[in-house]
């Protein structure tokens, strides 16, 4: 979990009743954005709005939300940056993240092998239940949806004692080959 966090305000919802919280932390309402997105984003080596908008999506529809988006991403830089001179993150001695961040465009490995990109985060018509959209990066490439609380779920360590990773899909740090300038 990150030790720090942005506070920009947001006007997604004023007036609006259904989802308070939630709601209120939504900083891109067309791609479903919310400030914890943005954090997560930068705990995964976002440096600027760019790498913002590829990871999370933000900012690649109306655009309306770039001076909100822009703010609370200077302000998780900005936080991370005073706890990192305050006191350096730890090595995670024995305890591991306690967070599994969903990043959308970001490439998650199942715990079984396969690799995933995460296209969307929709709404399930039935329940409004948010569902993780994601492509498998093999075979067909077909889309699929699964439940988000599931998706970024701990793997079931009962039912799969031998498995390598903490969580059923685990964000991947996919380095350029041809290393970017
Ligand atoms: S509100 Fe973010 S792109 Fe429209």
Redesign the pocket.
Known sequence: MVPWGCDVGSDMGKGKKRGKGAKKDVV????H?TRADVEAAVDAGATDLADVKRMTG????????KGR?KACLDQALEARAAAGAVAPEPEAASEPETENPLVIHGIYRHFKGDFYLVEDVAHDSENGEEVVVYRKLYGDGSLWVRPKAMFLSPVDREKYPEATQRWRFELQHVESVARRA
């Open positions: 891109c309402g067309c791609k954005v933000a900012v690649t529809k109306c655009g309306k939300c988006v």
